[in-house]
């Protein structure tokens, strides 16, 4: 199993950056996928995810900017990030695993907002 995150930058505040994830060695349409982020000194938390059905759930923080979407026929997910603040700047991580158990990592991408 590997995920590969892409897409990630720099940009400045109010900007905009897509990620993408990816998968290869799974069955992605049967997986749920979230994004994760961690920023310099700080735990790891959620940001978005999408379950086997594809009902989305976002974290508050990025809730209305944020955009989780997947393409199972291409086994990517993705991030629209819109209207970025610099407390986004964090590594981005792709995870992925049966009924949001998340057992396969990406290596991360990192995203800086200025």
């Known amino acids: 199993v590997q995920l590969v995150e892409s897409g990630g930058g720099s940009v400045q505040g109010g900007g905009s950056l897509r990620l993408s994830c990816a998968a290869s060695g799974i069955t992605n349409a049967r997986y749920c996928m979230a994004w994760v982020r961690r920023a310099p000194g700080k735990e790891r938390e959620g940001v978005a995810t999408?379950?086997?059905?594809?009902?989305?759930t976002y974290a508050g923080y990025v809730k209305g900017r944020f955009t989780v979407s997947r393409d199972n026929a291409k086994k990517i997910l993705y991030l629209l990030m819109n209207s970025l603040k610099p407390e986004d700047t964090a590594m981005y991580y792709c995870?992925?695993?049966?009924?949001?158990?998340?057992?396969?990592w990406g290596q991360g991408t990192q995203v800086t907002v200025s």
């Open positions: 995870a992925a695993g049966p009924r949001c158990v998340f057992g396969y």
């Open positions: 999408v379950d086997a059905s594809g009902r989305t």
